[in-house]
């Protein structure tokens, strides 16, 4: 069974890091597209970054500069390291792979808050 485990959130200050993790567990992790999307407070969520198979990556505007996502293929692991947070990164952040064309991402975690502080 196919399973994503969001772990890193945490509350911090404007200004600072943090780096969440996401594990992988029950599908070939190496072969999908990874990503990180985040739904801030009463607003729907959104893409942050992805991580195709081969490396190459995906920013959204607001966040560009800031994060950089990464992963461990043989450890089974997706990154996002986050610097420079603002409040407005303030969301519930979720992991998810195997981005199908048409139908989205097959997998998704149960997400793990990040709040930022000024």
């Known amino acids: 069974q196919a399973q994503l485990v969001e772990s890193g959130g945490d509350s911090v200050q404007a200004g600072g890091s943090l780096k969440l993790s996401c594990a992988g567990s029950?599908?070939?992790?190496?072969?999908?597209?990874m990503a990180w999307y985040r739904q801030p407070p009463g607003k729907e969520r959104e893409l942050v970054s992805n991580?195709?198979?081969?490396?190459?990556?995906y920013y959204g505007d607001s966040v560009k500069g800031r994060v950089t996502i990464s992963r461990d293929n043989d450890r089974k692991m997706l990154y996002l390291q986050m610097n420079s947070l603002k409040t407005e990164d303030t969301a519930v952040y979720y992991c998810?792979?195997?981005?199908?064309?048409?139908?989205?991402?097959?997998?998704w975690g149960q997400g793990t808050q990040v709040t930022v502080s000024s």
């Open positions: 029950g599908f070939r992790l190496s072969i999908c597209t």
């Open positions: 998810a792979a195997c981005l199908n064309s048409g139908t989205g991402y097959r997998y």
């Open positions: 991580i195709s198979p081969d490396g190459s990556t």
